[in-house]
């Protein structure tokens, strides 16, 4: 993972994940390779909340608490890289790509799984197609002025924990046959989503019209 555009977390403060960024870099774990990891976790997410899957009403509630987990060890993985890259010295010049592409692929895998737990796939696709956009315009803002936008309200963090709030609600909602959770935890994503490209893409034009009459 490299420096650029790093985006401010009061978890990274904590104790704990340094002490287990530090474990992982003794034991030769690169930071590219949890970056990559984080994208297996969101698979094994995608594939727990698959309505293929045919088991019983508790093992699906079971599978969907644990693809909720899955959500969370995704961003574990997404706040490690950073503290081995750069607390570890162990930045790569390449490590802006496995910080970011991982990502995409994340979000798609996620919200298009949440859009079939919810049998609404078109507002799965929709809601990765915005969370990629999200961080489309974010890199965008970089490329143009140097300075990387992470407000929301529906940056990744706020997308994922909404997503494990729906994932966790759909496993109890299961045992009444209904599926409305999820569908109004992917409409607030969409809604939120919209938001955060708009203002992000205001931000971007006031910093580029500032920095043309300098």
């Known amino acids: 993972m490299g420096e650029i555009g790093r985006r401010e977390l009061r978890t990274r403060r904590k104790q704990w994940p340094r002490l287990l960024a530090e474990k992982l870099a003794r034991l030769g774990v690169t930071p590219n390779a949890v970056s990559i990891t984080s994208i297996v976790f969101a698979l094994v997410t995608a594939v727990l909340w698959s309505p293929l899957l045919r088991v019983?009403?508790?093992?699906?509630?079971?599978?969907?608490?644990?693809?909720?987990?899955?959500?969370?060890?995704?961003?574990?993985?997404?706040?490690?890289?950073?503290?081995?890259a750069i607390e570890g010295?162990?930045?790569?010049?390449?490590?802006?790509?496995?910080?970011?592409?991982?990502?995409?692929?994340?979000?798609?895998?996620?919200?298009?799984?949440?859009?079939?737990?919810?049998?609404?796939?078109?507002?799965?696709?929709?809601?990765a197609l915005l969370a990629v956009g999200t961080a489309y315009v974010r890199t965008l803002g970089t490329a143009l002025t140097a300075v990387s936008d992470y407000r929301g309200p529906m940056a990744k963090q706020q997308r994922m924990f909404i997503l494990t709030?729906?994932?966790?609600?759909?496993a109890w909602e299961i045992?009444?046959?209904?599926?409305?959770?999820?569908?109004?935890?992917?409409?607030?994503?969409?809604?939120?989503?919209?938001?955060?490209?708009?203002?992000?893409?205001?931000?971007?034009?006031?910093?580029?019209?500032?920095?043309?009459?300098?």
């Not at 995409?104 to 696709?125: K, Q």
């Open 56 to 84: 019983s009403l508790p093992v699906k509630s079971a599978l969907f608490v644990l693809g909720s987990l899955g959500i969370q060890l995704r961003l574990l993985c997404n706040l490690i890289d950073g503290l081995i």
């Open 165 to 170: 709030v729906g994932g966790l609600g759909s």
């Open 175 to 214: 045992f009444f046959g209904s599926t409305w959770i999820m569908t109004i935890v992917l409409v607030i994503v969409c809604l939120g989503s919209i938001v955060t490209i708009i203002r992000r893409l205001r931000h971007i034009s006031k910093l580029l019209w500032s920095q043309s009459t300098r």
């Open 89 to 127: 010295g162990q930045k790569s010049p390449v490590g802006d790509i496995y910080n970011d592409a991982p990502d995409r692929l994340s979000d798609a895998l996620v919200f298009i799984a949440a859009g079939y737990l919810s049998y609404d796939p078109a507002l799965g696709w929709l809601a």
